[in-house]
């Protein structure tokens, strides 16, 4: 009899440490994954330009050096923004000398002082990641911006958006 009784409390022993180790376990699990998406939630994720393929066409108006310090400007903008976040900058196009001297004008009509425009069209991918945290955010997408310079001074982005 006190045989079985002890056998009994062993059991009972193996038993409630088995349970209380997956308690904990799970316990740990739990705590890891909320910490995990927060740090998702909270943590801002990376932008990255540094791979974008060039797409320079060809231009009578602007060098290649002129769209290599534009194209410079738009990196940094696009970095800057908190809208890209988790984002990639895979393709970079200049838009073309027609619609850089049809924006000019525009900008001469609105009194703004800039003698020369260009505009790119940035292509973009966002992470999965990103895309949970801002579902609204499409995956892939398209920005524009337009840049312009006063004496072949500094390019400034004058405007950006999803459309001319």
């Given at each position: 009899m006190e045989e079985n009784q002890l056998e009994s409390k062993n059991l009972l022993k193996r038993t409630g440490s088995i349970l209380w180790k997956i308690v904990v376990g799970v316990s740990i699990f739990i705590i890891v994954a909320f910490v995990v998406l927060m740090c998702i939630i909270i943590i801002p994720l990376p932008i990255s330009v540094k791979n974008a393929e060039v797409n320079y066409q060809t231009s009578q108006i602007f060098t290649r050096e002129d769209m290599d310090e534009a194209i410079a400007v738009v990196k940094d903008e696009f970095k800057g923004m908190e809208y890209f976040e988790g984002c990639r900058m895979d393709k970079i196009v200049y838009d073309g000398d027609e619609i850089s001297l049809r924006e000019l004008e525009s900008l001469k009509e609105r009194n703004l002082d800039y003698d020369e425009c260009?505009?790119?069209?940035?292509?973009?991918?966002?992470?999965?990641?990103?895309?949970?945290?801002?579902?609204?955010?499409?995956?892939?997408?398209?920005?524009?911006?337009?840049?312009g310079r006063k004496d072949g001074g500094s390019w400034k982005v004058i405007s950006s958006g999803t459309g001319y």
């Open positions: 260009i505009l790119f069209q940035t292509y973009y991918t966002r992470s999965k990641i990103a895309c949970f945290k801002d579902s609204w955010g499409p995956e892939e997408g398209m920005f524009i911006f337009w840049l």
